[in-house]
């Protein structure tokens, strides 16, 4: 097992508070790049979460010490906490209202029905059906070293596969 602080972190934070056919990863402007991996990197993976690595390598994401980046801006990998396991993306997001809508109007559209969003359109925890399996969308808006960023997860109750689990 591998320790990742800053996915611990961003966890941490986030619990205070508390596959379709996928348009390409490169695409406009980096909201929407960011967007387009958390939907084809963790609600691909969702579920199971099996997957995680080779969504994540196929996506140009790195493996590194603290997770998996493509560069400064953002930061994915699967925690187990608390009978969950969640593959969670930090991103920078100098607008927290439009880069939640943005998530959300990504996985609708990757996703369809299976995916349907907050049901006031602006709650930022949204629960639905993936393959059987009752998966949990949560976005909030968060700050990081006085930056905003948002802390975007999917969850399902049980355990991370081995090979990827930050604790």
């Not at 603290?66 to 930061?75: F, P, T, V």
């Not at 396991?85 to 109007?105: E, G, I, N, R, Y």
Request: net charge negative; aromatic share 8%.
């Amino acid at each position: 097992m591998t320790f990742r602080p800053l996915l611990t972190l961003a966890l941490i934070s986030a619990a205070s508070l508390a596959s379709a056919g996928q348009a390409p990863v490169s695409s406009g402007d980096p909201m929407e790049r960011r967007a387009a991996l958390f939907s084809s990197v963790c609600m691909a993976a969702a579920p199971g979460f099996e997957q995680f690595e080779t969504l994540a390598s196929d996506a140009g994401l790195s493996d590194g010490v603290q997770g998996w980046s493509g560069g400064e801006d953002y930061l994915a990998g699967l925690i187990e906490h608390d009978g969950f396991c969640s593959c969670f993306m930090t991103m920078k997001a100098s607008d927290q209202v439009a880069a939640t809508q943005s998530l959300h109007a990504r996985l609708m559209a990757d996703y369809g029905t299976s995916y349907t969003g907050p049901e006031n359109g602006l709650a930022s925890v949204a629960p639905f059906d993936r393959d059987g399996v009752e998966v949990v969308s949560i976005i909030e808006p968060r700050s990081f070293n006085d930056q905003p960023w948002l802390a975007a997860r999917i969850s399902v109750f049980g355990a991370c596969p081995v090979q990827e689990v930050s604790e």
